[in-house]
């Protein structure tokens, strides 16, 4: 199986013209690229700022994309290249300094000011998906555990999973498809609660 | 929703579906909020696994990142038409660079393979033919002029003792049909490489026997090894 298909099919629609696609990439890949982008700045509400502007600019290049390279080094490449602009502007900025020196009580974290949006209430829900993700793990079979495991956090083909398992692809497949469903189960209600508040967090 | 479009959608996020099911999966996926939301769970998931295990910064597992982007992206102008576009200039562009290298490639390939073709062909030992048959346009001359001042007398197609033939040599035949028709022909095509191989002598004196008013074969050493069926021909 070639490596990336699934993207390319995505980036092939975003590219004739059908915008929901791009949705599809922006939704598997922004957890990555704002874990990317906190590497230069620790700031999640900034690094999600910075994402969004990758985004976007990845979006506006995709014209350009021929698929030479998989989609999410390009994307990453856009990304690091974005947060370092950013991180190279904010620290030009006069505007920081002189917050700064106005606002001399406000807290900062290491790398800039902590906006509004990172609240105690996003935080929550945070390690509430995080807990309820663990938990329903945690309940799983053996072997779909160790499947979703070994596919998510080592990053295996589903080829290489059936080597370290002893088992058919196929039935790799199957092992993950049902890890994540009986996580998703646990998880919706979560996100049904969660998804409320979030929208109330604005 | 059936369970083997889920499995196809989490084999795709996986990267792990056929290419195939993958383009139509990513239709329907482009279109249907359903399975977006299943999507976007699957990615919470990993990235809820992989901030546990892993640790360090992970941003927030919720956040409303895609619908902000994707707010962005529909203020944007769709991208078909640029693809098109760019893709025609590329294409344009690329036709402009190539065309002169690719023509100079050929024409530089055509002159090299000619090259060795007629090295390949010049006989061994041609260069020695050619000096050895210096020597004998007086003997040659003498036996043309028998020849025309006297058709009663018996033809001589002697080869001068002096000229040592070697293997090389082209056959009767093929010295006699490149004769033959070199009769009918511009000199200038006599100058190609198989009548200089089979008329080894110079050129000038080649033109000046076929220039002769009774319209003589020219008298080369090779042509009077074969010289019966060309002058049956000419008769």
């Known amino acids: ?202 | 929703m059936n369970e083997e479009l889920d499995s196809q959608l989490s084999a795709m996020f996986d990267d792990e579906l056929p290419e195939d099911q993958c383009q139509l999966l990513a239709r329907r996926l482009s279109r249907d909020d359903a399975l977006k939301a299943r999507w976007r769970r699957y990615a919470v998931i990993g990235a809820a696994i992989r901030a546990e295990r892993q640790g360090g910064a992970v941003g927030r597992l919720e956040t409303n990142l895609a619908s902000r982007v994707s707010a962005a992206v529909s203020a944007e102008p769709a991208l078909a038409g640029e693809v098109v576009a760019q893709n025609a200039v590329r294409k344009a562009g690329g036709m402009r660079w190539w065309q002169p290298v690719a023509g100079g490639a050929i024409a530089a390939s055509v002159a090299a393979m000619s090259v060795l073709w007629i090295r390949a062909q010049a006989p061994v030992g041609a260069d020695t033919l050619v000096a050895e048959n210096a020597a004998a346009p007086a003997a040659l001359t003498q036996t043309v002029a028998q020849r025309m001042g006297d058709d009663s007398a018996s033809e001589s197609y002697v080869v001068p003792a002096t000229v040592e033939r070697t293997p090389i040599v082209p056959s009767a035949e093929l010295a006699n049909y490149v004769v033959a028709h070199s009769e009918f022909s511009a000199p200038v095509n006599r100058r190609n490489m198989l009548s200089a191989l089979v008329a080894s002598e110079p050129l000038a004196e080649v033109d000046a026997a076929s220039s002769e008013p009774n319209g003589a074969a020219p008298a080369t050493n090779v042509v009077e090894v074969s010289r019966p069926n060309v002058e049956e021909a000419s008769k």
């Open chain 1, 1 to 202: 199986m070639s490596a990336d298909v699934s993207d390319l099919s995505l980036v092939r629609r975003v590219q004739r013209g059908d915008k929901g696609a791009f949705d599809a990439l922006v939704l598997k890949y922004q957890h990555k690229v704002v874990k990317l982008v906190m590497r230069y700045v620790r700031n999640p509400a900034e690094a999600e700022d910075i994402a969004q502007e990758a985004f976007i600019k990845a979006y506006r290049a995709l014209p350009q994309f021929r698929g030479d390279s998989a989609f999410y080094t390009w994307l990453y490449r856009i990304a690091i290249n974005t947060a370092k602009n950013a991180v190279v502007s904010r620290d030009r900025s006069p505007i920081d300094f002189d917050l700064d020196l106005q606002n001399p009580d406000e807290s900062y974290d290491m790398q800039g000011r902590l906006k509004d949006s990172e609240t105690p209430e996003a935080l929550t829900l945070t390690e509430e998906i995080r807990s309820t993700v663990n938990s329903a793990i945690d309940a799983l079979p053996e072997d779909l555990r160790t499947a979703i495991v070994l596919r998510e956090l080592e990053g295996l083909s589903y080829e290489e999973i059936a080597d370290a398992m002893g088992c058919p692809v196929g039935t790799v497949r199957s092992r993950i498809f049902r890890a994540r469903e009986a996580i998703d189960r646990r998880l919706r209600e979560v996100f049904e609660g969660g998804l409320g508040r979030a929208e109330e967090l604005g």
